[in-house]
C-alpha cells in the first residue's frame, strides 16, 4: 500500500511505517468507547475545599515555590481565531447588506465595546476613507466586517486567538498573550521569575515573538520580576495520515500523501521537552481583566497547593517503599491511594509493587466547574487499562451513545473540564518523567473532513488533557464559574466579565 516515495515522505516528518500503518488500522477498527464507572462529583472524586483549606493550600503553595522549585505556565496558542468569526464571516457572504440575525445586531449595536474598535476604525479610515460610525450610517456594514476580517485590514479572520485585542485598559488594549503574562507573573513566578511557554503555529511564530518583544519589559516593570518566555510549534512526526472513506490512504493530486495535525493531544510531546517540577496549562482564550484576577489567582494557588501536597506525601511514601515498608505502612498507602488519588484496585492485590506503580507516575490536579451547559468534556471515573477505576476528563466521543447508563451519567453530569490544571512532572528523585509512556493509545477520534472537494477521513491522537494523560494520577478539584470565561465567538468579548 505504501510506495516508496510514501516512505521517503514519511521518514522526513520522523514517522515510522509502523505508526502509519497503525493509523491506518485504526480508521478501520474505530476507537473502543471507553467503560465508566461513574460521573464524577462532589464528595465521589471531586474535592470542594472550605475557606481554611483554601488558604492552607495557598500557604503550601508559596512555600514550595519559596524553595527554588521551577515553575512553567504552559499555553496552548495555536488555535486560528476563524472559528470566533464564523458568524460574521457568513454575513459579509449573505445576500443582504444590514445586520439580519440577533448575532449581527448584537455585533454592530455595541461594536464601540469591543477593545479592538479603534484600531478598526483606524483601518476603515485608511481603507474606506470613512470611520466605523461613517460607514454604518451610510448603511456599509459589509465594509466595517470585512475591514476586521481580511488580510488588508485587521486579519483577525486568520490570526491567532491569542494576537487579538481583547481587553481595554486605559493604558491600551490587551491580548490575550499578554493576559497570560500576567498571570503568569501573578501565581507562577519564582525565584523572581516567571517562565511562560506558548505553543504556536509555525506561521505565527514571528508574530508572537515580535509582539513578546515590544509587551514583555513593561508587565516585568509593573510585578517586578524576569520573564523567560520560550515558544514551541507541534511537531510533524505528530502529524496523522488522512485516509479516504474506505480507509486508503488519501492522496493529493501530485500522489503525495496528506498529513494533518494530531490534534492538541500532540502537544504531550511539547510538554515533555519543558524543564519545569510544575506546569500550569490553560487555553489561551480563558483570561480576564486585571479587575477580575485576584479570584483565578486565588485559585490557581489554591490547586498547586493540593497539587504540592499530595505530591509530597507521595514521595515519602516512594521512599518508604525504597526502604522497605511495613505492612501496616502499606495499609497507610493502600488508604492514601483509594482515598486521596482515587484510585479503586477492584480487588486487585495492594502490594507494594501496585502501590510503586499508582504512586510513581506524573501528577494533575484539574479545577473543574459547575455544569452549566458548555460543550466539551467532563470529570468521570473510568476503567482503565489495568482494570483499576480512576479519575479521567472524557470527551463526548469516548462514551457509547446507545448505552443509557453511560448516557445518563454524561448528560447529568454535575461538572465540567474548562481545561484548568496544575502538573507535576519531576519523580521523588527529581528526574522528569517521559510522559509519552503514560498515554493511552487506544483512545484517539476520527473525524469527517475534505480537501479539495473530496471527503475525507482524519485521524486526533489522544487528547492532551484526555488520553494522553490517562495514566497520569487525577485530582479533581471545584473552582468557580468566574475562573472559566472562554471566548468561542466574537460576541462573547461582549459579556460583562471581558468587559
Sequence with gaps: MLTEKDLKQIAQRGISEEQINTQLHQFETGFPFLRLEAAAAVGRGIVAPSEAERQQ??????????EGKR??????ASGAASRMFKNMFAFVDAPYDVPTTDFEKKFFA???????????????????????KELMAAGQYKAV?????????????????????????????????????????????????AHVHFTVSHE????????????????????????????????PSTDTVAANPDNTPFREAD??????????????????????DVIFIKNIDNVVP???????????????????????????????LDAGASDAELQEMAGFVRQCLCVDPKGQKEDAEYLRRKLNRPMRVCGVVKNVGEPGGGPFLTYNQDGTVSLQILESSQIDTNNEEYMKMFTQGTHFNPVDLVCAVKDYQGRPFCLPDFVDKTTGFISSKSKGGKELKALELPGLWNGAMSDWSTVFVEVPLGTFNPVKTVNDLLREQHQ
Aim: charged share 30%; aromatic share 12%; net charge neutral.
Design 255 to 276: 500522489g503525495s500523501l496528506l498529513f494533518r495535525p494530531g490534534g492538541h493531544g500532540a502537544l504531550i510531546e511539547n510538554l515533555n521537552e519543558i524543564d519545569a
Design 110 to 132: 455595541d461594536i464601540e465595546k469591543f477593545a479592538f474598535y479603534d484600531a478598526l476604525d483606524e483601518v476603515c479610515r485608511k481603507n474606506e476613507g470613512k470611520g466605523i
Design 290 to 320: 486585571d479587575r477580575l484576577k485576584p479570584e483565578t489567582t486565588e485559585w490557581k494557588q489554591v490547586i498547586a497547593g493540593v497539587l504540592v501536597t499530595l505530591q509530597k506525601k507521595a514521595f515519602e511514601y516512594l521512599r518508604l
Design 204 to 235: 505565527h511564530i514571528a508574530f508572537f515573538k515580535q509582539k513578546v518583544a515590544e509587551k514583555a519589559d513593561g508587565f516585568a516593570k509593573k510585578y517586578g520580576i524576569r520573564y523567560d518566555i520560550s515558544f514551541s510549534e507541534q511537531k
Design 57 to 66: 493550600y495557598v500557604d503550601a503553595w508559596q512555600q514550595y515555590k519559596a
Design 145 to 193: 466586517a470585512a475591514n476586521m476580517l481580511k488580510k488588508d485590514g485587521l486579519n483577525y479572520g486568520q490570526l491567532p486567538k491569542g494576537m487579538l485585542l481583547f481587553h481595554k485598559y486605559a493604558e491600551g488594549a490587551r491580548t490575550p498573550m499578554e493576559e497570560h503574562l500576567v498571570e503568569g507573573a501573578l501565581y507562577a513566578a519564582s525565584n523572581g521569575e
Design 71 to 76: 515553575v512553567v505556565k504552559f499555553v496552548p
